[in-house]
């Protein structure tokens, strides 16, 4: 599976839009974009995935560059229960395992 | 999204005891299982994927005879942490998948804490 690179830490005001960068450079073409969340001490939630096309869901967008190499995920109006530790995962879909990088600790403040 | 419990969701054991997690899959039926452990402030970290009926496929470093896991139905899988040291605590975690599916879910996590 690709390796994902993601800021440590990021911030946000409370609804405003929560922008989070993924960088997997050495994606490859079956594998997909995935992201989940963590909130503190519960398991990981699922938010979105994406092969090459925009997605959008309830919860988030997710923009993938025409490179495949990058992605956003997008909090369009974050609230303080979206403060969560954000991990971005490449895998191929139907994958058996999900290997899980640091994440970005995403803090929403008032 | 389908539900997955775990039991307990927090225990406290003393060293050498050996301790049983059990991970249930509630409103599906999950051809796979993975666990998962996870340190205070760090990543999770892939224990062993297992697939109901067949012995579990443990990642490079996971002791297997350490830590057995069973998957005997297609709702159930159960680790045991044996001869528990306080370097096992640990958050553990575990998910189910469906053959097809791209999504995994997880349950809520189980607390050990060796004494």
């Known amino acids: 599976d690709a390796k994902t690179t993601q800021p440590t830490s990021m911030d946000c005001a409370e609804g405003r839009a929560a922008n989070l960068p993924c960088n997997h450079s050495?994606?490859?073409?079956?594998?997909?974009v995935y992201w989940y969340r963590q909130i503190h001490s519960q398991g990981p939630q699922y938010i979105i995935h994406?092969?090459?096309n925009n997605e959008t869901n309830e919860m988030a967008s997710l923009i993938i560059t025409e490179d495949r190499k990058s992605s956003t995920l997008i909090l369009p109006h974050a609230t303080l229960r979206d403060t969560a530790v954000y991990y971005c995962?490449?895998?191929?879909?139907?994958?058996?395992?999900?290997?899980f990088g640091t994440g970005t600790r995403l803090q929403v403040f008032p | 999204g389908a539900v997955v419990s775990q039991h307990p969701s927090w225990v406290i054991c003393k060293s050498g005891t050996s301790v049983k997690i059990e991970c249930r899959s509630l409103?599906?039926?999950?051809?796979?299982m993975f666990w998962y452990r996870q340190f205070p402030k760090q990543s999770l970290m892939l224990m062993a994927t297992?697939?109901?009926?067949?012995?579990?496929?443990?990642e490079q470093g996971v002791e297997k005879d350490k830590f057995l896991i069973n998957h005997a139905s297609l709702t159930l899988s159960t680790l045991t942490v044996t001869s528990a040291h306080p370097e096992d605590s640990s958050f553990y975690i575990c998910?189910?998948?469906?053959?097809?599916?791209?999504?995994?879910?997880f349950g809520p996590g189980t607390r050990l804490t060796v004494t």
């Open positions: 998910s189910g998948g469906v053959a097809g599916s791209y999504e995994q879910y």
């Open positions: 050495t994606i490859s073409g079956n594998e997909y």
């Open positions: 995962i490449a895998a191929s879909y139907n994958t058996d395992k999900l290997i």
């Open positions: 409103d599906f039926q999950a051809t796979t």
């Open positions: 994406g092969l090459k």
């Open positions: 297992s697939n109901e009926g067949s012995k579990a496929t443990y």
